[in-house]
């Protein structure tokens, strides 16, 4: 399972004593989660009022990215069409699978300097995803067409008699041509029956002009057609490589500014808290949910009674609620949930 819930408590006398209490609950007599702490660097901080504003705007910012992310995992896997199977090893970020990146994660100071307000490194990443979206959906849209062509005229020439053409089929020998009294017409007849048994039966005549020239023309457009597909297909999915790393690099920076401006909303100053990156599995969610509650509902009362009544209310599913007492993310990994089989539909 590649489900990750970030979260962040208040620093006690130190940090490690706060991953050591989390640990201690989670892991070392209930195997919970597998645990990892996760590395944000000293931001600059900024007035109360940036950090209310910015809290909403990342919000925004983390739908918008995360969406940008699994539109460029799924159209590898479009565009990888037979080799679907080898999406996952497409899609890492610097180099590493995802859950190897989020694990390990260390804020890229050079693509988003820690000196610039959290404003700025927000701007920044805002622009930068933006760009990929808008020259993803340019280069979606070529490479549709391209390959929605080449598909129709592929169509044309497979199938059954009754809709496939007929120019890989028929000679030139077969027709009249240019006779102002004779026409030749076409005749499908199916296999089963002989062929001076073909008047007692339906048959079908298929309306189809000798046309030499037409025939090259097709062919050779097929020809061009295919051959600009895998000169395109190449750097295609080198680019989807590269900017899905880029994506999904920005998107985890972008959960480390959320954690961060949150915690200080929360928590207050000076900046004092742990982040963590806890890995659940599916069976051991709820339980999880119950212990890292009773380790911090003492931080807000208010979200505590929130969760405690929701527990008593059958069939109501705990994952929706999105407030803890404690500063909470989820990241997703399972990005890839289904493949579209109309490219043309992908980017509307």
């Given at each position: ?16 004593q706060?991953?050591?209490?989390m ?9 919970l989660?597998a ?10 901080v900024?007035?109360?009022d940036?950090l ?14 995360e969406?940008?992310v ?7 896997a ?10 996952q ?17 260390q804020?890229?100071?050079?693509k ?8 700025n ?18 280069r979606?849209s070529?490479?549709?067409?391209l390959?929605?062509?080449l ?9 059954s ?7 890989d ?21 199916p296999?089963i ?27 050779e ?30 998107w ?7 954690v961060?401006?949150?915690s200080?909303?929360?928590y ?6 742990q ?22 509902k003492?931080l807000d009362?208010?979200?505590?009674a ?5 527990m ?25 949930f289904?493949?579209?089989?109309h490219?043309?539909?992908f980017?509307?």
């Amino acid at each position: 399972m590649t489900e990750f819930w970030l979260i962040s408590a208040p620093g006690e006398k130190t940090c490690q004593q706060t991953w050591d209490k989390m640990m201690a609950a989670t892991t070392r007599s209930n195997n919970l989660s597998a645990n990892h702490k996760f590395n944000i660097p000293d931001l600059k901080v900024g007035t109360l009022d940036v950090l209310v504003g910015l809290s909403d705007e990342l919000a925004k910012l983390d739908s918008f990215v995360e969406s940008v992310v699994k539109k460029v995992a799924q159209y590898m896997a479009d565009v990888l069409e037979d080799s679907r199977d080898k999406v996952q090893e497409n899609l890492l970020a610097n180099g590493v699978d995802l859950v190897t990146y989020i694990t390990r994660f260390q804020w890229d100071m050079a693509k988003y300097p820690i000196k610039q307000s959290l404003k700025n490194i927000s701007e920044i990443i805002s622009k930068q995803v933006t760009q990929i979206d808008n020259d993803l959906k340019a280069r979606a849209s070529a490479y549709n067409n391209l390959k929605g062509n080449l598909q129709n005229l592929e169509r044309k020439n497979a199938g059954s008699l009754l809709t496939r053409s007929l120019a890989d089929i028929v000679k030139k020998d077969d027709f009249v041509l240019d006779s102002e009294y004779l026409i030749t017409l076409l005749v499908v007849v199916p296999n089963i029956i002989t062929v001076h048994k073909a008047r007692e039966n339906k048959f079908t005549v298929r309306d189809f002009q000798y046309n030499e020239e037409e025939m090259k023309a097709d062919k050779e457009e097929m020809t061009r057609l295919s051959t600009d597909k895998k000169k395109q297909f190449g750097p295609l999915v080198r680019w989807l490589k590269v900017n899905f790393s880029e994506a999904f690099i920005a998107w985890i920076h972008i959960k480390a500014l959320r954690v961060f401006v949150e915690s200080v909303l929360r928590y207050g100053l000076p900046v004092n808290f742990q982040a963590m990156l806890l890995q659940p599995s599916k069976k051991t969610m709820k339980k999880l949910r119950e212990v890292l509650n009773d380790l911090y509902k003492h931080l807000d009362s208010s979200a505590a009674a929130i969760i405690d009544s929701a527990m008593d209310i059958p069939g109501l599913n705990l994952s929706q609620q999105e407030y803890y007492p404690y500063v909470y993310y989820k990241i997703d990994c399972n990005l890839v949930f289904f493949f579209l089989s109309h490219t043309d539909n992908f980017l509307m």
